[in-house]
């Protein structure tokens, strides 16, 4: 497997694999990784669809990108999903997705068509005292010290950001900052998650740097991922014949272990309450979702809090994964990631609105028609002021297909879930939907004698505890995460976000795609190249156009500089004088 960049190999297709009409193959999960493999393996490995086995858990596909309406409680979304047009692995499998709402399109083309007529932005990224503009005026308001010690944390080596957490590494010059409050809503991170991770998520997404503040870099779905993304792909796995098996929950991975060499022999299934066996041979290719960020997740309703599960189920993602993981030290360490849920939790609620009382509320705020169909809030708007970090997002409507058209479906984040609310004093994990709403309602600015009534009778809330959300942002080194492909491996591979490939960040969906690419590129060795990350990190121009971002805008001359330091820029800028550095460095207002 290799990587590969520009349209050379991108439009490309590869030649049938040798020996693959010989092969079968077993994808634990039926998340957006296990399914891309799976795609994969249809489309570049070009393996009968007969031959390739989907083993799910559960009654129904999707993995943590769900979008359901239970018919006991109403619509559900446990996330929402921030979208990049450099998602290069993602958009070279999508554009093979047919569409199932346009006939004779793929899912890339009606996204692509969607975004460009109906661009997406935010109006009002952050509100304070009650639904009032926080006036962020885009500005990341970073003191020279803050800047450098993000400056600092970009060009830091990986290996001296082991084990170590965001405060090891940024002091209240960061933290107290606008940036910290658009980069950790927007990411969902916490002062205690990995600074291994906050540097790679700055030099991937350098490029957005700019965008942060109203999200204008960021790109939706029509509707809730499920709908979007998962359905597509799975009547296009369906029409190539691919074998869903539902209600199966794998146990166990038995490997066959030698020095240079490691096999994966006999999967370990529970079907309809009986234990059976999977024996596998070299021909037998396995890909292994382990772990799962939204295991243990639970559900509430409008009258009911979600439990707080923080005790890991035998047979789960990751039991599973500490089974295989005891078997060899490069299938990683799961338990660095999912030791203490207290500081992997958020919560998340879905609410419905059901009449016209609420709706004005979110127009005030997001300054348009929610229900024109077009985009509504523009990503999140963060509560400043809220003792539960609270967000809130109204995509596109309808977010589902089904949705009556007088109806809002919108989602709302807290990241503490151990605080007091401001308005209901009680820590969110202990809520009804019915609380939750209230204490929205309440930074929406919603008359306090009429919170009650509206949330009770003015919509449905869904509330939906996460405890191991974030488990992928703990600190960590090198090993704790078993390669895609870990060396020696015959058959197998790992999928998803506890998988290692070093092209890319965690919790995006393109790392998901990339993984299942990378898994199947290597183990049928596909001759044609994944695509590389986008490379802003190494683009002069991106990392420019950041600098000067960060710092709200001020040029070399605006910075506080000592007289030593003014006269050595005056000296540089002389010896620029004419070049193409100097035009460059103005185009992009360094100077």
Not at 376 to 397: A, C
Not at 442 to 455: K, Q, R
Not at 482 to 502: C, D, H, I, M, Y
Request: hydrophobic share 35%.
């Amino acid at each position: 497997m290799y990587y590969s960049s520009g349209n050379y190999e991108a439009f490309a297709r590869p030649e049938k694999p040798k020996g693959v009409d010989r092969k079968s193959a077993y994808l634990i999960g039926s998340g957006l990784a296990a399914l891309s493999a799976a795609c994969f393996l249809v489309r570049d490995g070009q393996m009968d669809g007969k031959r390739i086995h989907i083993l799910e858990k559960d009654p129904i596909p999707g993995g943590a990108c769900d979008g359901y309406e239970y018919s006991h409680i109403g619509y559900v979304m446990r996330g929402g999903r921030e979208m990049d047009n450099h998602f290069e692995c993602m958009w070279d499998l999508f554009r093979s997705i047919p569409s199932i709402e346009t006939e004779g399109i793929s899912v890339l083309d009606e996204y692509y068509w969607l975004n460009k007529k109906d661009p997406n932005y935010s109006l009002m990224r952050a509100t304070i005292n009650r639904g009032e503009d926080a006036h962020t005026d885009g500005k990341f308001e970073l003191s020279d010290k803050g800047a450098m010690q993000i400056m600092k944390l970009f060009f830091t080596p990986d290996e001296a950001l082991y084990n170590k957490r965001i405060t090891d590494v940024f002091d209240d010059e960061v933290l107290n900052s606008n940036f910290w409050l658009y980069w950790r809503t927007m990411f969902a991170f916490e002062n205690w998650h990995s600074a291994l991770e906050m540097k790679l998520y700055i030099k991937r997404f350098v490029h957005h740097v700019g965008g942060l503040p109203d999200f204008r870099a960021l790109r939706f779905t029509k509707y809730n991922q499920y709908e979007s993304l998962i359905l597509p792909m799975i009547k296009y796995l369906e029409s190539h014949h691919v074998q869903f098996h539902y209600n199966t929950k794998v146990e166990n991975i038995e490997f066959d272990i030698e020095p240079d060499k490691k096999t994966a022999k006999r999967i370990t299934i529970i079907q309809n309450g009986t234990t059976e066996y999977i024996d596998l041979t070299e021909n037998d290719l396995i890909f292994i979702t382990n772990g799962g960020c939204v295991e243990n997740s639970s559900l509430g309703d409008q009258f009911t809090p979600a439990p707080f599960n923080t005790k890991l189920k035998p047979g789960g993602g990751w039991d599973m994964w500490r089974k295989i993981a005891a078997c060899d030290p490069s299938f990683g360490n799961p338990d660095k990631f999912c030791y203490d849920a207290e500081q992997t939790n958020w919560m998340s609620a879905t609410v419905t609105t059901l009449d016209d009382k609420i709706p004005p509320y979110v127009q005030s705020i997001c300054k348009r028609n929610p229900f024109a169909g077009t985009v509504v809030t523009g990503g999140i708007v963060t509560v400043k002021d809220s003792n539960w970090l609270l967000s809130w997002t109204f995509n596109r409507q309808p977010q589902f297909r089904n949705q009556p058209k007088d109806q809002l479906v919108g989602w709302i984040y807290g990241l503490f879930s151990d605080k007091p609310g401001n308005y209901i004093k009680k820590p969110m994990r202990d809520c009804t939907g019915m609380e939750i709403c209230m204490e929205w309602l309440y930074h929406l600015g919603v008359p306090e004698n009429e919170i009650e009534d509206m949330a009770k009778n003015s919509a449905n809330t869904v509330p939906c505890m996460m405890p191991y959300i974030t488990a992928f942002f703990m600190p960590r080194e090198a090993g704790d995460r078993p390669f895609v492909v870990p060396k020696g491996s015959v058959n197998f591979a790992f999928l998803g976000q506890f998988a290692e490939t070093v092209r890319d960040t965690i919790f995006t969906t393109e790392y998901s795609v990339r993984t299942g690419m990378e898994a199947v590129y290597t183990l049928l060795d596909i001759d044609r190249g994944v695509p590389e990350v986008w490379g802003s990190t190494f683009d002069v121009r991106d990392l420019l156009d950041a600098t000067v971002k960060i710092n709200d805008g001020k040029t070399l001359f605006d910075m506080s500089l000592t007289l030593k330091q003014k006269m050595a820029l005056k000296d540089l800028l002389k010896k620029i004088e004419g070049t193409d550095i100097e035009k460059l460095l103005k185009e992009y207002h360094v100077i």
